[in-house]
């Protein structure tokens, strides 16, 4: 049955995918004009003044950008001409070093709020101001502080991390099933063992439904901060390719963006169904 609904699904999936393809192609098939167009004006308009024919590419040519991309992903001709591989490993790298940050701090301090109802009381008020505040009103801040665009991006990805973590730590561990608890206490379990055996496992899924929205809105926050500090990344190279007016470049980008959030998400996923187990 569950094979059958995935496979439904799987060829739903494509045909809309086709369908979505085909509209993007007439749609831009049929931006043709039979009157020329002012150079000025269809520079402006994003047009060429030959044809009056959209700049907008179609399926076809974002297919065939994405094929030259594959082919050579790691090139490095410059500052401001680097492959697409290159961008993404920055991309990722600093992604990775400012979760992993948030990590090692909200999963901690998670527990030790949702086990102390006076670190609750105390630090509950900081946390519902600080959560609100944009990552990237954080950026000219870390900038000034920091004195380094690869560091400053990193400090936001930590802070845009860090509450959906924290948030779904303290959660998990303070809806710990009382009985549990009770018979750890029956037992003599100390605080640390308690947590480490009976607190975690009972909060994992939980904890990881946290770390699943952080690393989504960390990989969306990258993008936004490279294009502010620039340099490298996958944001600096959208922006860069915007300047370039090379709109099929940043289509191809938004693409990859979005298929290595998707692959991120999924890595998350399948840790959390590992440690989530019916009642």
């Not at 076809?60 to 094929?67: F, S």
């Not at 990552?135 to 502080?145: E, N, S, V």
């Not at 990989?219 to 099929?248: D, K, Q, R």
Request: glycine residues 10%; aromatic residues 8%; contains cysteine.
């Amino acid at each position: 049955m569950r094979v059958a609904l995935g496979l439904r699904a799987g060829f739903l999936s494509l045909a809309l995918l086709a369908a979505m393809l085909l509209v993007w192609q007439i749609a831009v098939g049929g931006t043709a004009k039979t009157q020329p167009m002012d150079p000025e004006y269809a520079a402006l308009m994003g047009a060429t003044a030959t044809t009056g024919r959209s700049a907008m590419p179609g399926p076809l040519d974002v297919g065939a950008t994405i094929v030259k991309h594959l082919k050579n992903p790691f090139y490095d001709h410059g500052p401001n001409d680097k492959g697409l591989g290159i961008q993404l490993a920055y991309s990722v790298g600093r992604v990775a070093l400012g979760y992993g940050l948030a990590v090692l701090v909200a999963i901690p301090v998670g527990f030790l709020i949702g086990m102390s109802p006076l670190a609750s009381r105390v630090l509950d008020p900081f946390i519902q101001i600080l959560k609100p505040v944009s990552p990237l009103a954080w950026m000219p801040l870390a900038l000034y502080t920091i004195k380094d665009s690869t560091l400053s991006s990193i400090f936001v990805i930590f802070i845009c991390s860090l509450w959906p973590m924290l948030i779904n730590t303290v959660f998990g561990v303070a809806s710990t099933r009382r009985e549990w608890l009770n018979v750890a206490r029956t037992l003599e379990v100390g605080p640390v063992r308690r947590a480490f055996t009976v607190i975690l496992p009972a909060a994992a899924p939980t904890i990881l439904t946290g770390m699943r929205i952080s690393i989504g809105i960390a990989w969306l926050v990258i993008v936004a901060a490279e294009m502010l500090v620039g340099g490298t990344g996958i944001g600096y190279f959208v922006w860069n390719e915007w300047n370039n007016l090379s709109i099929t470049n940043v289509i191809t980008s938004i693409l990859v963006i979005g298929l290595v959030g998707m692959v991120l998400d999924q890595l998350l996923a399948r840790a959390q169904a590992l440690v989530t187990f019916p009642e």
